[in-house]
């Protein structure tokens, strides 16, 4: 009876461990079999940001490249502005001292009218030709003055390098403070309000 209760209870115990075995290898099983499936899935998930990421690069890509030419117009508008300013200013410097080139080539005209008129005149003869010069000398002036031509200030004034060109320097006296102009050789002129030919002069020192 004791042999059999022995064989009974080593047969209970093989059977447990033999369940205990099958329910750890199903376990295994599953596990394994879940690990599968996950592995699968984040398998499915990285093909499909594969295949999105080209999309969005693409996209990026697309975007970059817009704001680029949004960039690039926006200089082209800013240059195109900048060109009409310079141009508008250059057409209303043309206009605002058109006839400089001929107002220069006249003043030595006006410069030998005026030797003309600082010769004495002896005779009748000589005198009806001066009052034939200053008549013209005249005519001229008003014609410069119309078209903005003025005489530069010189004499007694302080000498200004913008408007003088001091040819010769004296001693400063009473009736001539430093850097006073003394005398004018040559008459200077403005156009407006750009020196057409600055005044000879001399200047106390």
């Known amino acids: 009876m004791k042999t059999l209760a022995k064989k009974s209870t080593r047969a209970t115990s ?3 461990q033999s369940t205990s075995t099958d329910s750890a290898t199903t376990s295994t099983a599953s596990e394994t079999a879940k690990a599968a499936t996950s592995a699968t899935e984040q ?27 949004d960039d690039q117009l926006l200089r082209a508008q800013a240059e195109i502005v900048n060109m009409q300013n310079r ?3 250059e057409q209303a410097a043309l206009l605002k001292y058109d006839g400089q080139a001929l107002a ?3 003043l030595p005209v006006l410069d030998n009218l005026e030797r003309a008129l600082a010769t004495e005149a002896d ?4 005198q009806q030709l001066k009052k034939g010069v200053e008549m013209v000398y005249g005519h001229l002036q008003d014609a410069l003055k119309k078209h903005g031509v003025t005489e530069v ?12 060109q001091a040819v010769q320097t004296v001693p400063v006296d009473d009736d001539h403070p430093a850097d006073t102009v003394v005398q004018v050789l040559q ?15 001399v200047v106390a020192q």
């Open 153 to 164: 200030a010189a004499a007694g004034e302080k000498f200004d390098p913008n408007v003088h």
């Open 104 to 106: 220069k080539d006249v």
């Open 123 to 126: 005779d009748e003869a000589a």
């Open 14 to 16: 093989e059977e447990t």
């Open 87 to 89: 141009n508008k200013k």
């Open 43 to 69: 398998a499915e998930q990285t093909a499909k940001a594969t295949q999105a990421d080209p999309q969005a690069q693409q996209i990026a890509d697309l975007k970059a490249q817009l704001a680029d030419k």
């Open 187 to 201: 008459r200077g002129y403005l156009l407006k309000d750009r020196t057409l030919r600055p005044a000879m002069v």
